[in-house]
C-alpha cells in the first residue's frame, strides 16, 4: 500500500498549474556534439549548467551557461553526479578506483577541495537543499549497501537517513533530490528488482513513503515531480519523462512530457517558468538537451520575457545546426 507523507500542499489546487497546458517549450541540444553528455545538474536560477562530457577516465565536468557556452572545466574522472546550489556553489563527484569522492567549491572562480572520500566509502549523487547550507548524496560501503546522507556545508557535521525496515532493512537509496521549499526530500528506493521514487521528510520527523514508479525526480514545486522512468525491454536503456502530482502527499495525476528518449532529468525551479534539462540519446551519442516546462509558473510577477528568450535561444541552436551540418 502507498504510504503518506505529510505533504501541505494540492498542486492542482493551486494557481500557478495548468494541467492542460502541461508539456515541454522549445527544446534545444546544448553542447558540441562531439563528447557524450550525462549526469546534468542545472542552477537553481537557470543560467548555469554543470555536466559530464566523456567516457571513463577521460570524462570531465563542464560548466556552462544555459546556451551551452563553456564557463569552467572542472576535474574528473566525472561519473556519479553534480549539483549547484542557489549561492553559485558547485559539487561533483570524482571517481577515484575503487572509492569516489565528492568535490565542492563555494564559487566557480574558486578551486574545489574534497568534501567527502577518502575513507574507502563510495560518494556521490550530491544535492543542494535550497539554502545551499545542506548536501544530501548517496554512500555506499562495503557491508552497509547504499544508503542516504546529510552534510552540513560549513561544519561538515554529517547525518544519515534510517532506512526504516522496509523490505526488511534491504532497501537501497540514491539519486537524491529537495523539494523548493526544502521541507521533503525525494530519492529513489530499489528493494529486489524494483525501482520507485520515495519522500521523506528532510528532518527524518516521518519514516519514507513509497510515490510512485520512477528511477529518478526532479521536483519543480513541492506538489509537482518530473520522474524518469525506463522503457520496459529497450536494450539501450532508454527512458521517458512524466510530470506527477502530488496530492494531499501521495502521487496523482501523470502525464508523460515526450514520446523520446529522457534521462537524468533536473530542474532550474527559481525562475517563473521553470526550466528543465535532460539527457537524450542522439545518433547513438547522448546529448544534453535543455527546455522551457509550459503550463508552471512560480512566480507571481511572471511574464512573456523568459518565453521569447527561450526562443531567441532556439533560433540562434537552429542557425549553429544549420551552420554546422546537423551538429550543434
Known amino acids: 500500500m ?27 541540444r546544448l553542447g558540441g556534439g562531439v563528447a557524450p553528455h550525462h549526469a546534468p545538474a542545472l542552477a537553481p536560477d537557470g543560467e548555469r549548467v554543470l555536466f559530464a562530457a566523456g567516457d571513463g577516465a577521460d570524462a570531465a565536468w563542464v560548466l556552462a551557461d544555459r546556451r551551452g557556452r563553456v564557463a569552467r572545466v572542472l576535474p574528473g574522472p566525472a561519473l556519479g553526479g553534480a549539483a549547484i546550489a542557489v549561492d553559485g556553489a558547485l559539487a561533483f563527484t570524482r571517481a577515484l578506483r575503487p572509492a569516489s569522492e565528492i568535490w565542492y567549491t563555494p564559487s566557480e572562480a574558486l578551486p574545489p577541495v574534497r568534501l567527502l572520500g577518502g575513507d574507502g566509502a563510495r ?24 544508503r542516504l546522507l546529510l552534510v552540513d556545508v560549513e561544519s561538515g557535521a554529517r547525518r544519515e537517513l534510517p532506512r526504516g525496515d522496509d523490505g526488511g532493512g534491504t532497501r537501497e537509496d540514491g539519486r537524491p533530490a529537495f523539494s523548493p521549499d526544502g521541507a521533503t526530500l525525494f530519492f529513489t528506493g530499489r528493494i529486489g528488482g524494483e525501482v520507485a521514487i520515495w519522500a521523506q521528510r528532510s528532518d527524518g520527523s516521518a519514516p519514507p513513503a513509497r510515490l510512485c514508479a520512477g528511477r529518478a525526480a ?38 508523460e512530457l515526450s514520446d523520446e528518449d529522457a534521462r537524468e532529468p533536473t530542474v532550474a525551479w527559481l525562475v517563473g517558468r521553470p526550466r528543465l534539462a535532460w539527457v537524450t ?15 508552471v509558473t512560480v512566480a507571481a510577477n511572471d511574464s512573456d520575457e523568459d518565453d521569447q528568450e527561450l526562443d531567441d535561444d532556439a ?11 546537423g551538429h550543434p
Do not use: N
Open 315 to 325: 533560433e540562434d541552436d537552429d542557425d549553429r545546426l544549420a551552420a554546422t551540418g
Open 218 to 255: 526532479a521536483p519543480v514545486t513541492p506538489g509537482l515531480l518530473l520522474v524518469e522512468r525506463p522503457v520496459a525491454g529497450d536494450a539501450d536503456g532508454a527512458a521517458r519523462l512524466f510530470a506527477v502530482e502530488l496530492e494531499g502527499g501521495e502521487a496523482g495525476r501523470e502525464r
Open 123 to 146: 560518494y556521490g549523487e550530491p544535492a543542494f537543499s535550497p539554502d545551499g547550507r545542506t548536501l544530501a548524496c548517496a554512500v555506499a560501503s562495503d557491508g552497509a549497501g547504499v
Open 2 to 28: 502507498t504510504q503518506r507523507i505529510d505533504e501541505p500542499t494540492r498542486m492542482g489546487r493551486q494557481p500557478g498549474l495548468k494541467w492542460k497546458s502541461l508539456g515541454m517549450k522549445g527544446p534545444r
Open 281 to 295: 540519446r542522439i545518433d547513438g551519442r547522448r546529448e544534453l538537451v535543455a527546455a522551457r516546462l509550459r503550463g
